[in-house]
Structures are given as structure tokens and as C-alpha cells.
């Protein structure tokens, strides 16, 4: 009998020992393809039971190069996100589009091709190929992104969300309203850089929302460059009566830069929030 007990301990605390195991602290290197391209992504697993819910990250345009996404380089900062969606038991896709960090072979660096039409042509012709490049290129790596989180050993096909940066921020919205599958989409600093100055960006955004079925939840520092996206996107999905959230968190760092970071800086303030908007969308 005693010899039972012992048995029943060492695999009651054994059990324990795996339910309590870390996210894994590396990631995998994978290959996304995007028509003729080979993307490189960092892909964590969550430890335990699978199918899980899986979380495709969009990030942003990139910095003065393609190796970083603002101050930080941009695998430094996949590498801050990936931890904490596995440790609420997310499979993490952190997919690098062409032009940027480890696609950074496969296309030219998105600014790079913007500064030069601007520099040739003017600033409504780099806003022209900004809206271009939106709607064609990089929404093709982000659907390919999603193909690839759906055809992946041990992910629930129907539990799959999508969050993004900035310009990762509208092309999230643009996947979800050309695939009403996805279970949520969260969105860090939408088009703060660009709400202001060009209507074609405010105007495809909003039809974005109107469109789609997909929960959207909107989240800005409030001293991001603007909020002003975030606030007339709320506005829309509330007049239409679709699952949504907002959230204007207090200002992070000192400059408007730090505030629109604050997606990898101040994780913090926004995981608990994040992640009960998931876990309602994507949980059994």
C-alpha cells in the first residue's frame, strides 16, 4: 500500500514538474513560402496537450533598415514576444516578410523602395506605393503566414488569431477581413504614423472593419503618434455592433517613438488585457 501511495506522489509531482515547465527559450527557424519566396519565421510551441490556439505576429515597416524594427533589432524584439503568447499556451509565428530581418534576402527593404519613390517622384507617390505594396506584397506574406500556421503539425486549425505593429497593425486587419476564419485579431499602434496624413490609408482601414466578421481589438500608448486610428476604428465597429475592443493605455517613455514601441516595451500593461481578449475567442 505504502509503496502505491509513493508511486501516486512521484506522478502527481512529475506532472506538476511539466505543467509548470517553461516556454521554450528558443525558438524554431522555420521556412514560410510566399509565392516564389522561401520567408524565415521564429516559431515557438507551447509545452502540453496539443491542438493548441496559434498567434500569427504582423510586425511593422521597419526602421532605417531591415534589420531592426525601431531602436531594437527586430529578431531582439520577436524574441521579447514569442515567450509570453507560448507561456499562455500559444503556438507564436513571429514571420519575417520579405525584405526584413531573416527575409532580408528574399525582396528589397520596403523603405528603401519607399525613400527612393519619394525622393523620385514626391510624397504622394510614395504614399501611392505604400498603399500598393499594403494591399499586394506584404498581405501576400501575411497570408501565406496564416496558410502555414494552418497546415502545421499540432496547431487547431479552427483557433488561429492574428496581431500586429503599425503597418503590420493594417495589414492584420486586412487578413481578417479576407479570412473570416481567424478566431481574433489584435491590433498594437494601427497606422498612428500614417492615419493623419493620407485618406486613401483611413479609408481602406475602415472598410477593413466594416467587412469583417473577425473580433478586433485596437491598443495604443497615448503617446503614440496618434490614437486618433484606434478611436475612429472603435467608433465604426461600435455603430456596427461587431466584437470589439479599445484600449488607450498611459504613455510609455518620454517621446512619441517609446509610446508607439510599447508593443515590445511594455508588455506588462497590455498582456493581461491581450490575453483575456484571446483566450475568449480562442478557447474551447
Known sequence: MRARVVLVLVSLIASAAVAQSPPPASPETVVVPSGNLRLKGFLWRPVGSTPSPA????????????????????????????PVFVKHGYTFLYLFRRGQGLSADQGPF?????????AEKGDEARKRLQMILLTTDHLDDVMAGL??????????VHRIAIAGHSFGGQLTLLAAERDNSLRA???????????????????????AVRTTTVPIMLLHAANDYSTAPG??????LALLNKPHGLKIYPPFGKT???????????IAEWEADVFAFLDKYCRP
Open 147 to 156: 496558410w502555414f500556421l494552418k497546415h502545421l503539425a499540432g496547431v487547431d
Open 55 to 82: 498567434v500569427l505576429f504582423v510586425h511593422g515597416s521597419g526602421s532605417t533598415d531591415g534589420a531592426h524594427t525601431g531602436e531594437l533589432a527586430i529578431t531582439d524584439a520577436a524574441a521579447r514576444l514569442g
Open 231 to 236: 478611436k475612429a476604428l472603435d467608433a465604426e
Open 185 to 207: 485579431a489584435v491590433t498594437f499602434g494601427v497606422s498612428a504614423a500614417s492615419w493623419e496624413g493620407s485618406s486613401a490609408i483611413r479609408d481602406r482601414m475602415l472598410t
Open 110 to 118: 520596403m523603405q528603401d523602395v519607399l525613400h527612393r519613390e519619394q
Open 256 to 266: 512619441p517613438d517609446d509610446g508607439h514601441m510599447f508593443v515590445y516595451t511594455d
